[in-house]
């Protein structure tokens, strides 16, 4: 007996205890980088082997202290800043799966446990990669949301909820219904988000689900009401009135309320495993076709009867299992990692690696994006890694293969000193990089002076980012003005240049001078001044000396300009080299045309925005606009006099409509001109 009570209740050796504490820290940091901040550092994937790694520990050794366990929790731990409400019913989470055997495992799993040879109906659709929302309806009205928290209690988010015009505020539904679902943004809505954010001077977000997430986390309700938020319903909370018998018959019900649900052609109804793997196949073969991110498919028992059979085990129902999509992650070598310097000076590791195929597309280069990054993963120079294409384009090294490092491979350290013009670098406690501080750095000035004559700036078609590299390294210009100095004789310097090409490179820089406020403003190179607010300043102050002479007072005017564009506006405007460089500029000939805005066009004194695509191209578009006197505006808000929408178009019709915005068609912006 006391053998047998050994045997089963083995003493935890030091080293699994050590293995165990580690998996609970790094599960619960990872946890609280993902639900609290908002900022994953690790793929979902990889999360989840970790967490099955913690769950085959705590299996193996029932006598670990598993009371600092994540796997105690479903979930994130919950938020201070927002009250908290139980739910009445617990929110789970899924198991795992991540191929076609582990879902017939599931399958089997199943009749096992109904101990029954009869099919089992499935309900399989997608696994929508947002963060999940439980709606609380009473006597017809939308009374609160909730996240899932820890699954047991969640934080009240109602007023951001609020704000997403898909989800119905009343329903015909006279008693309680919990409505679940997942909050998200469309892959176009995340792209347009992100540009505004540039546009704006913001941070970009890694991934619709973080931008969404980040909305909903917010206190101020503002925040989710210009972010476009979309809701899908999938399963319910409690409920009373209705008689609920499968899931079909759910989401059949909550179509009819008026909440969103996948449509039929998204979702298989199948009582045959082959038809659920080759669904499987299917979806993943298809999933960037698809306007919203999804990471597998979710396959739940048909029946209520059978799932209430079925009961839970551990923080997961026995009725279904999430059969998640693995990433494309190949495996290739860092040959170098060079350290580049942008036009703000700012310092980024690349890995140079092994060509390689991924996702069909070839990958040489990845950007490491900091120091932390880089001790994080612990990347060195030749190291073997693993590649994917986060969001399925940017290429990232997910992790090394430390199998395969070389005995003698060092630790890699982004110089102090800017690797270009020998600067000691400055890193800010809120900057993630480091950056080199000489505006005259070699480095900054080429990026610089590429912006400044890039097509959208100044637009020299001939003076291309070859050039500008030789030219700097002669020496031949230090400064945006020197370009307006340059001649035969001093171009003749370099090789390779024949007279052909020199007259060409002159005739380019020639052509350059007469602009537009708007263009030269943004050619400058202002940090967070974009194109879009480029033109706000010229349009608010006219002239280059007003906008020189400008102050905070009125650069706080500009509705679309942050307490962060009008800083950067004004240091660069403190800086005499600075001024004095754009007055050698206009010596040298610039000209402002009257900008492409007609002040007497027939659009005159309304403003547009452009959304969806159109027959002809966003730019061509802009340009009829503003040369018939219409000003373009960036976001949908109660000023603007009209939306122009083409297909396909994202959330800001919706917007629109809200704040009884006039919707147009491209055609019917014609017609307008045709007074
Ligand atoms: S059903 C018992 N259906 O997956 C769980 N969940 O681990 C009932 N999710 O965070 C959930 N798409 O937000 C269900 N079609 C779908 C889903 C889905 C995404 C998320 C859910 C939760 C996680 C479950």
């Not at 050994?6 to 993902?34: A, C, G, R, W």
């Not at 994953?40 to 006598?63: A, C, N, R």
């Not at 934080?155 to 006279?174: A, W, Y």
């Not at 009373?240 to 309320?257: P, Y």
């Amino acid at each position: 007996m006391l053998n047998m009570l050994l045997f089963f209740h083995m003493p935890v050796s030091k080293n699994i205890l050590l293995q165990y504490t580690k998996l609970v820290d790094e599960v619960n940091h990872h946890n609280e980088l993902y639900h609290k901040l908002d900022q994953p550092k690790i793929s979902d994937y990889d999360y989840d082997l970790l967490f099955q790694k913690l769950l085959d520990l705590e299996k193996d050794h029932p006598d670990l202290d598993t009371s600092r366990s994540p796997s105690r929790k479903a979930g994130s731990t919950v938020l201070d800043a927002f009250q908290k409400h139980p739910h009445r019913k617990p929110m789970l989470s899924l198991s795992n799966s991540y191929n076609e055997e582990d879902l017939l495992e599931f399958h089997g799993r199943v009749q096992k446990f109904l101990r029954s040879e009869d099919k089992v109906e499935y309900f399989a659709e997608l696994k929508l990669d947002g963060l999940s929302m439980e709606l609380v309806y009473e006597k017809g009205k939308l009374v609160r949301a909730l996240t899932r928290g820890d699954g047991l209690i969640g934080e009240d988010v109602t007023h951001n909820v609020l704000t997403i015009r898909s989800i119905p505020q009343s329903i015909q539904h006279k008693g309680l219904l919990e409505v679940r679902g997942e909050v998200l943004i469309f892959k176009k809505d995340f792209a347009e988000l992100n540009e505004q954010q540039a546009e704006l001077g913001l941070p970009e977000f890694a991934n619709p689900r973080n931008a969404a997430a980040g909305a909903i986390r917010q206190l101020d309700s503002k925040i989710a009401s210009r972010r476009p938020l979309k809701f899908f319903a999938y399963a319910l909370g409690e409920y009373d009135g209705i008689d609920f018998a499968s899931q079909a018959h759910t989401e059949k019900t909550f179509k009819d309320l008026g909440f969103p649900v996948l449509d039929d052609s998204l979702i298989c109804i199948t009582n045959d495993t082959d038809k659920l793997i080759a669904y499987y196949k299917k979806i993943e073969t298809q999933r960037r076709l698809l306007p919203y991110d999804i990471d597998g498919i979710v396959v739940k028992v048909n029946s209520f009867k059978l799932q209430e059979e079925l009961g839970m085990v551990a923080r997961s129902p026995r009725w279904a299992t999430a059969t998640k999509f693995k990433p494309e992650k190949v495996e290739t070598q860092i040959e170098d990692i060079r350290v580049q310097v942008g036009r703000t000076g700012a310092l980024t590791p690349v890995a140079i690696m092994k060509p390689v195929k991924v996702s069909g597309v070839t990958i040489t280069n990845a950007t490491l994006h900091n120091q932390d990054e880089i001790n994080r993963k612990d990347i060195r120079i030749g190291d073997f890694v693993f590649v994917q294409r986060a969001g399925d384009v940017i290429p990232e090294i997910t992790e090394v293969n430390l199998s395969k490092r070389a005995k003698k491979s060092e630790i890699f350290i982004i110089p102090l000193k800017c690797p270009v013009c020998g600067t000691k670098t400055i890193k800010e406690e809120v900057d993630a990089v480091s950056r080199c501080p000489n505006s005259n750095c070699p480095a900054v000035l080429k990026e610089s002076i590429k912006h400044f004559v890039s097509r959208r700036a100044m637009n020299m078609e001939k003076v291309g980012d070859k050039l500008i590299e030789a030219l700097v390294d002669a020496d031949l210009i230090k400064t945006f003005s020197d370009l307006y100095q340059l001649n035969s004789a001093k171009l003749n310097q370099l090789e390779r240049q024949g007279d052909k090409s020199i007259s060409n490179i002159l005739q380019s820089i020639e052509r350059s001078k007469p602009t537009t406020l708007a263009k030269f403003i943004y050619a400058l190179g202002i940090r967070f001044v974009g194109e879009q607010t480029a033109k706000l300043l010229a349009d608010h102050y006219l002239t280059i000396e007003k906008f020189i002479d400008s102050s905070k007072e009125d650069l706080e005017t500009i509705p679309e300009i942050g307490p962060k564009v009008s800083v950067a506006i004004l240091n660069a405007l403190k800086n005499k080299n600075f001024i004095k460089e754009i007055r050698i500029l206009i010596k040298s000939g610039i000209i402002f045309q009257q900008s492409a805005r007609n002040h007497s066009g027939v659009l005159t004194g309304l403003s547009f925005l452009v959304t969806g695509t159109l027959p002809v191209k966003r730019d061509e578009a802009h340009q009829v606009i503003e040369s018939n006197g219409g000003k373009l505006l960036s976001s949908v808000s109660s000023k603007l006099s009209y939306l122009v929408v083409g297909d396909d178009p994202g959330s800001k019709i919706e917007k629109a409509r809200s704040v009884n915005v006039k919707i147009i068609s491209w055609d019917e912006l014609l017609k307008m001109l045709e007074v």
